[in-house]
């Protein structure tokens, strides 16, 4: 088991450009999510999914679409980067059931010049 | 306004030291607390709590849920140079009307001196 593999490792971009980050687990897990992490402010939840073909808003959803087309992928986008998107992401994954273990993925450094 | 805050945002101990690091919260629909350590890259599980007064336990660390206090905290006993990390504290609850929202404390630095 890969367990939560993330692409790319970093990447960096300019002021408008788009992107999309994958996530892909081989848990057969239901829940997946998407976060961000800046300095001194934790994880903060962008968007999530509780299965496939299902995507719901986190706490700092603006800037951002996902999707969830199969049950082991959840891709982030960014449509137009701004350098407030500048962050590490990191995807994870959860299940099966709800009250079980969040595995996180390796993270995704992002810088928006 | 829902929130998880923790305390201290750092602390600095040295080894065979006993910390207690805190997590106090504010959701509506409160469902689950887990806590994580994070070291230089992803963060790793470690407990997760959702009914009060059950102290869960790893070795070393243990942490309990006051669910009538809001809060929870994390013990680590005699804690060695490899406890050194930043400490999450995660809450699940309804908070956009959805149960299954995760929101995270600032976390807590803990260096362990030799």
């Known amino acids: 088991n890969a367990g939560v593999t993330q692409t790319p490792k970093f990447r960096v971009l300019k002021t408008g450009q788009s992107m999309t980050l994958l996530c892909a687990q081989d848990?057969?897990?239901?829940?997946m999510y998407w976060y961000r992490q800046d300095p001194g402010m934790g994880l903060r939840l962008i968007h999530y999914?509780?299965?496939?073909?299902?995507?719901a808003k986190g706490e700092v959803p603006d800037g951002y679409n996902v999707s969830r087309l199969k049950k082991q992928n959840f891709l982030l986008g960014l449509e137009s980067a701004a350098p407030s998107q500048t962050s590490v992401y990191f995807c994870?994954?959860?299940?099966?059931?709800?009250?079980?273990?969040?595995?996180f993925g390796p993270g995704t450094r992002l810088t928006v010049l | 306004e829902d929130k998880v805050v923790q305390s201290p945002l750092s602390l600095v101990v040295h080894e065979g030291d006993t910390v207690t690091l805190n997590c106090s919260y504010e959701?509506?629909?409160?469902?689950?607390l887990l806590w994580y350590k994070q070291e230089k890259k992803a963060p790793t599980f470690l407990f997760m709590l959702?009914?009060?007064?059950i102290e869960k336990k790893s070795g070393r660390l243990s942490s309990i849920l006051d669910k009538k206090e809001l809060f929870s905290i994390l013990n680590i006993t005699a804690t060695q140079t490899g406890d050194s990390a930043v400490y999450l504290c995660?809450?699940?609850?309804?908070?956009?009307?959805?149960?299954?929202?995760?929101?995270f404390g600032a976390g807590t630095r803990l260096t362990v001196k030799p």
């Open positions: 994870a994954s959860r299940g099966p059931g709800h009250y079980n273990e969040q595995f």
């Open positions: 848990m057969n897990h239901e829940y």
């Open positions: 999914s509780v299965g496939e073909g299902t995507t």
């Open positions: 959701v509506t629909n409160f469902r689950s």
């Open positions: 959702t009914s009060s007064g």
């Open positions: 995660a809450v699940e609850a309804g908070f956009f009307g959805d149960n299954n929202d995760m929101r």
